[in-house]
């Protein structure tokens, strides 16, 4: 190695919202967070990501806190650290689309609160769901990260993804994010996949994968030595399983190669000394369960994200039928197929595995499909990379004309009616926001909020309309 010229490493840290949204269900309160950001502020890390994905909805439905004052809080505790936030495109970190005007407002709104970096990604790798966030990112003076969700198929050539990373920076991109969400690439493949996007485009490039089928840190390596700028790695606590690859152990790793991180590594054992308490504790309250500690080969066997898995044998349980599961993975490649081969990343994850469930418990394909399959037929997640199959499309959505162009283009603005709406609980800006994306949990929040700032003894309080639900 000694003639590879030299090339550090950078490394984005997780701990703070994809390691505990992966482990605990993003349930990790912001008060475990505070103590050691001073910490962290001084490792070196390339960025940190701590908001978006489930965050905003799990600490508004869940932990009773403000998301955005959260923000606010780790931005203070760390001055000198770029924060990093996921962001689902169009669909901002909802399930569906919004208006141009609230993508807007939501960006400008989180830069200002804060965020250096926005990942943004689409589940069915359409750029054209992307291109008002990355504007709007860098009206903001901020970094436009897009991710592209990786998966497997037919339509996913070298060919494709090199074709892609090049578009993305014809769109204006200041980086690239391969996201590899169920833990499919494997070793020899991200090099390959990395050589291939380096040899288009000179945009850094940046790897996220999680550990689920156990070969996550050997695709790091191989990466690496293709070329990637940055890996995501988890503090060892909450790391491994269907989170990240350590960053102490690959920190270690690259310590003395041309890739050396130049990360403190006693600075990392402190971080990890923090966490490693909250560990046990989660632990013995369960709400860490040791199944998602190991390695599930079936990601790698059939294909599927572990989240994918464990809500189709939820559905199928609750139907009395788990004896059908084998089936079911069966029947998901083909119902993948006829919808056009999206990539297996919410929702798109989500519609594929439920449409394979009632295929097969009906006994007949597609002679029920939820709303979801038909918004997906109707084209209003957006184009998928291959046709769907006619004959499918026809018995979903029988006499209906799908749509081709973007789907936020038939959104009026919704902003105004927003602000309306939530007028009487509005105390800073920001919660027309919350109030946007998650509605009735936004105003469970704003009603705590409230009976907080008034005194009331919420343990006591009457409980039974969901009004203070603690």
């Not at 499919?184 to 493949?189: A, E, F, K, S, Y």
């Amino acid at each position: 190695m000694s003639d590879v010229k030299k090339r550090p490493v950078g490394i984005t840290e997780t701990i703070l919202r994809d390691a505990h949204q992966s482990l605990i269900a993003t349930r990790m309160p912001t008060e475990v967070m505070l103590p050691i950001l001073e910490t962290m502020d001084k490792v070196g890390y390339h960025a940190v990501e701590c908001w978006g994905g489930a965050t905003f909805d799990s600490c508004l439905r869940f932990l009773k806190e403000d998301p955005w004052e959260r923000l606010r809080k780790i931005r203070k505790g760390m001055p000198n650290t770029k924060l990093q936030m996921l962001f689902r495109g169009q669909n901002i970190l909802g399930y569906s689309h919004y208006a141009d005007d609230v993508v807007e407002y939501f960006v400008q709104k989180s830069i200002s609160n804060g965020i250096d970096v926005i990942r943004i990604f689409d589940c069915l790798n359409d750029l054209r769901n992307l291109e008002t966030c990355v504007k709007a990112t860098k009206k903001e003076s901020g970094h436009a990260q897009i991710a592209l969700s990786y998966t497997l198929g037919d339509a996913y050539t070298l060919e494709y993804w090199k074709k892609t990373a090049k578009e993305i920076e014809n769109l204006g991109a200041d980086s690239i994010c391969i996201k590899d969400m169920a833990g499919l690439l494997l070793p020899q493949d991200a090099y390959d996949l990395v050589s291939a996007m380096k040899a288009e485009t000179e945009l850094p490039i940046e790897l996220h994968t999680h550990y689920t089928s156990g070969v996550a840190s050997m695709t790091y390596l191989k990466a690496i030595e293709a070329g990637v700028d940055i890996i995501d790695t988890a503090s060892s606590p909450l790391a491994l399983g269907t989170s990240q690859p350590a960053t102490e152990v690959m920190v270690k790793a690259l310590e003395g190669t041309p890739y050396d991180t130049g990360l403190n590594l006693e600075l990392l054992i402190k971080v990890a000394n923090h966490f490693a308490p909250y560990r046990e504790e989660c632990l013995k309250t369960g709400l860490l369960s040791p199944k998602v500690l190991g390695v599930n080969i079936n990601t790698l066997r059939y294909q599927v994200p572990g989240g994918m898995l464990s809500n189709m044998i939820k559905q199928l349980d609750e139907q009395g039928k788990s004896e059908k599961l084998t089936e079911v993975l069966e029947e998901v490649p083909r119902v993948r197929a006829d919808l056009g081969e999206p990539p297996l990343v919410t929702p798109s994850s989500q519609i594929v595995g439920t449409q394979a469930v009632m295929n097969v418990l009906m006994g007949e394909r597609y002679k029920v499909a939820t709303e979801q399959t038909k918004d997906l037929c109707r084209g209003k997640y957006g184009q998928t990379i291959k046709p769907m199959n006619p004959e499918v499309v026809k018995k979903i959505i029988p006499g209906e004309t799908p749509i081709t162009d973007r789907p936020a283009d038939h959104l009026s603005p919704q902003l105004p009616q927003y602000e309306k709406e939530v007028e009487q609980w509005k105390q800073q800006p920001e919660d027309v926001l919350s109030y946007a994306l998650f509605p009735q949990v936004a105003v469970d929040f704003f009603k705590y909020r409230k009976a907080q700032q008034e005194g009331v003894d919420l343990t006591k309080a009457d409980q039974k309309n969901g009004a203070y639900p603690v």
